[in-house]
């Protein structure tokens, strides 16, 4: 089993980071292989919003975006793994730039054909419920501004995974990351963890 972690903080050793670092070391306790990678360090452009990628062959499991980058590797990775963790910090009430782009990319992992008007695409190659997902989000406000602060996010990514027929194993908003006290960001932590724990265990159920 394969599991990619997507860090979408420009900053590589932060808390969010942490995070994700543990949440790949209990999913690979639980015996998944893992990678991460970092966005900040990825060559991404933005979306030119063409839609080129989602009205190319329907036969194709990418479809073919204009923009050469490091995108179409990272998508080729992305379809080949079992289950991903996200992680990425509150920026202004949303996920990072790095994140969203990122995401709005990923339209290349759809098809609609040109004449199907007002509709949402189809995901090209649909998980059927058989991967999984962590989405974590870290946020400066505390814990009962999760509503304010995590869940616009955890929406903005798991939209794409709804489409893709990915299952949401597990949302960790943690706030007050920015003066947290050491003993507290390792309990965070350990909730980490266990999230990789538990979305391997979840993959596996899913395919018995």
């Known amino acids: 089993m394969n599991i990619i972690g997507y860090l979408g903080s420009p900053r590589r050793k932060g808390k969010c980071s942490r995070l994700l670092d543990k949440t790949l070391e209990g999913a690979a306790s639980a015996g998944a292989a893992v990678k991460r990678v970092d966005l900040i360090r ?91 997902a962590v989405m974590i989000v870290t946020g400066n406000c505390g814990e009962e501004y999760r509503e304010l602060m995590g869940d616009p996010c955890f929406e903005i990514m798991e939209a794409h995974f709804m489409i893709e027929q990915v299952s949401t194993t597990d949302k960790l908003y943690v706030g007050g990351v920015e003066n947290m006290p050491e003993e507290v960001l390792v309990e965070k932590e350990k909730a980490a963890f266990d999230a990789g724990v538990r979305l391997v265990a979840e993959i596996e159920k899913s395919r018995q």
Not at 72 to 90: H, K, M, N, Q, T
Not at 106 to 131: D, N, V
Request: glycine content about 6%; some cysteine; proline content about 5%.
């Open 42 to 132: 990825q060559n991404i452009q933005h979306c030119m919003g063409c839609c080129k990628c989602m009205h190319d062959d329907p036969s194709r499991e990418i479809g073919r975006c204009p923009l050469k980058d490091d995108m179409a590797a990272l998508l080729e990775d992305y379809i080949r793994a079992d289950g991903y963790v996200f992680a990425s910090p509150v920026y202004d009430g949303s996920v990072t730039s790095l994140m969203k782009k990122f995401l709005e990319r990923k339209l290349a992992l759809s098809y609609r054909p040109q004449e199907a008007y007002a509709t949402i695409g189809e995901a090209r190659c649909p998980a059927e419920f058989k991967k999984g």
